[in-house]
């Protein structure tokens, strides 16, 4: 299940990052990048929550 | 929810009266993601474009910026982790062993007010975002008075819900805090390369063109002065003045294992700072010269951008607004902290109604480390000359005493002379806290000798450097 979640907030920050690439190269319109990054907010936020912390957590104990 | 309470308070106030034992050491890895979060705040959004508005040069900006956080993150590792690893005790109990109560209590008031000024600049930023869907006047740049009613209503509405999770939940805001770090780096990163074409950026070798053509042109707004590479390498390096020269962040790095943990503020410093401040400059230039944060982030990002300011104000301002509490608490024990949290939250409500605070945001950060830098200057002379010098170092605690004048004269005098400079002569406050750190040493040192000769000293066993070296 974390191994989903992960991947899932990872295309969310590809999302985020990518499409402004592919705007400077001239490759899409800003409002198209403006959607594909609230598309990767929402990615993100809703699966981040879920390992990040317990990671977190984790790492502070061992 | 009572229990909840509880128990985060009790956890926060942990070892604050004794030194942090081997079990709860840290290692350099949770330094290095609490400095890159924590450094990524909803006020980049607004100094970077302050930048931009003085006229910066890009060759200054780009020098100023690289030596500036350079120098900052060798404070943090050469003057406060080497006391906090060796001490570790929170900065106000070190500074109660060394000033005394009462002193101390003054220190937390001025600690406090600062906190809530620079939280109110945060909820600030926070509502430049949360007024874009309602069409909300923004203040502009010479606003100092809340521009309309629609402003003062939103950072109303903001401060309310910041300083109600201050009061309940600041475990779950720190907690979502750490998720929007990773997410906001690169919001600020995609938002600037996305608008480099509106500035007619096309490749990477036409950026420095056009950063010295159209951003960073070294031509101020009007009324406003010229930044040169000493404003922005000072301001780099000061702007955490209180956290490093000041020593706040001896309560943080009393849990490194070892003293070069101080080297992790870098991520902080060069990924928060540096790369942040320059976005958001960018930013600022492609929405033709417009500081407020939650618009030119909205142009540029859209939706993402404006949550992106609201969050980086809000995990910000939260904490903020916390320690802010606890600050006063701390003088006031038997007042409840829930209604210390709720003063300090309206306090640093009205303050964000004022737009001042983020349009001069520049001087006042300059001025709230050059404030609380002398106690800084303080915790450091006695740990490493003091004892060398044949006194005692943590004097009011090995004296019992409530009040150390030394460093009560050492603080005011210091302050009192860096204003003098200010006011009488125009030195830039950015330019003080240097010459102010060597008059607040020499001045303990000078005072300490002739204060401690009159005081009959009880033996303590105090921890410094000469006790250890």
Known sequence: MHTILKLISYLGLLLTVVPSVLVFLGKIELDF???????????????????????NEQEAES | MKKTLATQLDAINEYEREPIPKSKLKGMKSFVGMYAGEHIAGTEFVIGPLF?????????????????????????????????????LTLYYQLEKICGKYLVSGYNIVNALMFCFLAGSMIAVSATAVGIPFNIAMPGLDDLYPSSI????????????????????????????NVCAPWMILIFVAAAFAVMPQLGITSLSSF???????????????????????????????????????????????????????????TGMFIGHLMAWMSSGILCAAAGGEVPPGPIAYASAGIAGAACVLIAGWTTANPTIYRAGLAIQSIMPRVKRWKVTMIVGLVTTIAAFFPALVMQLLGFVALYGLVLMPMGAIIFIDFWVIPRLGMRSNYASVTNTHFNIAAAVTWVGTLAICLSLNFFQNVDIFFLGLPGWFIAATLYVVLSKLYQKKASLQPEPSISAKSIV
């Open chain 2, 52 to 88: 931009v508005v003085h006229g910066v040069s890009a060759i200054d900006l780009v020098t100023g910026l690289l030596i500036g956080n350079l120098l900052a993150v060798l404070s943090w590792a050469f003057l406060c982790a080497p006391i906090a690893v060796r001490v570790r």
């Open chain 2, 208 to 266: 420095w063109e056009v950063a010295q053509t159209r951003i960073w042109t070294g031509v101020p707004v009007e009324g406003y002065t010229k930044f040169t590479f000493w404003h922005v390498m000072f301001f780099a390096w000061f702007a955490n003045m209180a956290m490093h020269i000041g020593m706040g962040d001896l309560s943080i790095l009393r849990y490194a294992k070892k003293w070069y943990h101080g080297f992790a503020s870098s």
């Open chain 1, 33 to 55: 990048h403006k959607n594909l990054m609230l598309a990767g907010m929402i990615m993100w936020f809703l699966s981040a929550p879920f390992w990040l912390n317990t990671q």
């Open chain 2, 150 to 177: 629609g402003w003062v209503v939103t950072v109303l509405a903001v401060g309310s819900v910041i300083t109600a999770v201050a009061i309940l939940g600041y475990e779950q805001i720190s907690k979502f805090a």
